[in-house]
């Protein structure tokens, strides 16, 4: 990448068909994961128009409404209005849910299996997880998408207020930064899309997104004359959320890692419990990748972690300091693996992973929220004096 260039990412609302999906993906999971833990969860929903459609495999002790589940999610994120096709109270729910195969569970479950190597809890399915930090806010997250997350919980915020009469769930942000010698300098675009009453007109949203959003929440030293608003540029969205687009599970894995900065092995997190490494193990990648700049031993990083299906060690972990690390990339990979533990069984203890908490990730991002354990600096100093 060149020192000076534009980079853009973008975020979008809890009321984008996508993120309704994911929504009431991980609200199954957490409703499954508060009776009973050692639930196995593979959740997939579809919704369009008024309709939602679960599918996938869940294995669990819990007893579930799924209907109750489903209605109480569309409400929170705020299709409520009598002018909604895509209702809380109206959608209809088909349910296609099954039990997790036994082939798989053979492979995950710590137990002994013909055929398994061993009788420790295995990985869930192979695949490649990365996980990202850099030095560019507070937290160690690029600038472009949190600023975009920004955005949209400024909107979500006002919107659930009830303050602005004329805001809907859908919405879409996005942001562009400028970087000079490869340093975030200002922000060239922003970017909001926002749906809204038929009785509202442009012209008073693009001054109310622009003067009480944009200039409220993004910081003011990045922003200049230079800086382009383009709000509603079709102007009109009165269509929204699945009444004018399908969602599903899982389609918006770059607004839920880092706005494209950092690679991603394309595995999807919303609905799957933490046995599922797609999920669990990119959650460990952030862990290790913010407390490695947090101990001062690269500005940026990135780390990719492998598994094979059943299988419960890690058959790669590499990180990659692009060449601007404290010490060799080699040195702080073997600290890495002596602080620690990449098994799944391992993961999941470490960050305390059999609980409901899946759905305080599924919107403006999976990372850079303080509250979760994965945003955690705690292993920070066990990383500088495991450094040899």
Same mark, same amino acid.
């Given at each position: ?130 996980? =990202? ?5 507070? @937290? ?63 012209? @008073? ?11 409220? %929440? ?18 009109? *969205?009165?269509?929204?959320?699945? @009444? ?29 419990? /933490? ?25 940026? %990083? @990135?780390?990719?972690?492998? =598994?094979?299906?059943? =299988? /419960? ?26 602080? *620690? ?48």
């Amino acid at each position: 990448m060149p020192k000076n260039f534009v980079f853009s990412s973008e975020s979008v609302g809890e009321g984008h068909p996508d993120k309704v999906s994911d929504y009431i993906s991980d609200c199954i999971l957490d409703a499954c994961m508060a009776q009973d833990r050692s639930s196995r969860v593979a959740c997939e929903t579809l919704v369009k128009s008024n309709c939602v459609f679960l599918a996938g495999e869940i294995t669990t002790k819990a007893k579930l409404d799924y209907e109750k589940i489903v209605r109480a999610a569309i409400r929170e994120i705020g299709y409520t209005n009598d002018s909604d096709v895509f209702h809380a109270d109206k959608v209809f729910i088909t349910n296609a849910l099954t039990r997790q195969s036994p082939d798989i569970a053979q492979g995950v479950d710590a137990r002994k299996a013909k055929g398994k190597t061993t009788d420790e809890q295995g990985a869930g399915d192979q695949g490649i997880m990365f996980g =990202y930090a850099c030095n560019e806010t507070a @937290e160690l997250m690029p600038s472009a998408v949190m600023y975009a997350h920004l955005l949209g919980r400024e909107i979500a915020r006002l919107r659930k207020s009830g303050r602005v009469k004329w805001l809907r769930p859908d919405c879409k942000t996005q942001v562009s930064v400028a970087y000079k010698n490869g340093k975030p300098q200002h922000i060239t675009a922003a970017v909001i899309s926002t749906q809204h009453t038929a009785d509202v007109s442009h012209k @008073e949203i693009r001054s109310f997104m622009i003067e009480k959003v944009i200039k409220k %929440v993004l910081p003011k030293k990045m922003l200049s004359s230079r800086t382009k608003f383009l709000i509603n540029p079709t102007g009109r *969205f009165v269509t929204g959320g699945p @009444e004018g687009d399908a969602g599903l599970t899982g389609r918006k894995i770059i607004v839920d890692t880092y706005g494209g900065w950092g690679r991603h092995g394309g595995g999807a997190f919303s609905g799957k419990d /933490p046995s599922k490494v797609d999920r669990s193990a990119a959650y460990m990648c952030r862990w290790v990748a913010k407390n490695i700049v947090a101990a001062g031993l690269a500005p940026i %990083v @990135e780390l990719q972690v492998a =598994y094979a299906i059943g =299988y /419960p060690n890690p058959v790669s972990i590499t990180v990659d300091t692009f060449e601007t690390g404290r010490v060799s990339d080699e040195k702080i990979a073997a600290a890495v693996k002596r602080v *620690f533990g990449f098994k799944p069984a391992e993961i999941i203890k470490q960050l305390d992973l059999l609980r409901p908490i899946y759905t305080r990730t599924t919107n403006y991002g999976h990372f850079g929220k303080p509250d979760l354990p994965w945003e955690q600096t705690n292993k920070a100093d066990e990383l500088v004096k495991a450094i040899r």
